[in-house]
């Protein structure tokens, strides 16, 4: 089993960054893919970001050229480098295989207000 623990969250004011870390471990030859994922006030889960185990990514439209996500497979760690951000940007942030492959964690608050 692959465990998440995300952090790294935080309130920012529109136009402001954030960088997110998501630290797995447990079954991590597991995890070829990773992604992170977002989830809204009243809204579904969404998948945000993508990695491939080439490094090769891939970006929900609405985040493409201000988020960009990378990895440190040595360190088993995930990051979602968020630039110009926008109030709908607001939600919980989680990683996870892509796709899922294991429990979700708690995620970590992302609330961009002015």
């Known amino acids: 089993q692959v465990q998440f623990v995300e952090s790294g969250g935080g309130l920012v004011q529109p136009g402001g960054s954030l960088r997110l870390s998501c630290v797995a471990s447990?079954?991590?030859?597991?995890?070829?893919?990773v992604g992170w994922y977002r989830q809204a006030p009243g809204k579904q889960r969404e998948w945000v970001a993508g990695?491939?185990?080439?490094?090769?990514?891939n970006y929900l439209e609405s985040v493409r050229g201000r988020f960009t996500i990378s990895r440190d497979d040595a360190k088993g760690t995930i990051y979602l480098q968020m630039n110009s951000l926008k109030p709908e940007d607001t939600a919980v942030y989680y990683c996870?295989?892509?796709?899922?492959?294991?429990?979700w964690g708690q995620g970590t608050q992302v609330t961009v207000s002015s």
């Open positions: 990695s491939t185990s080439d490094h090769s990514t």
């Open positions: 996870n295989g892509w796709p899922e492959v294991g429990d």
């Open positions: 447990g079954s991590i030859h597991k995890i070829f893919a």
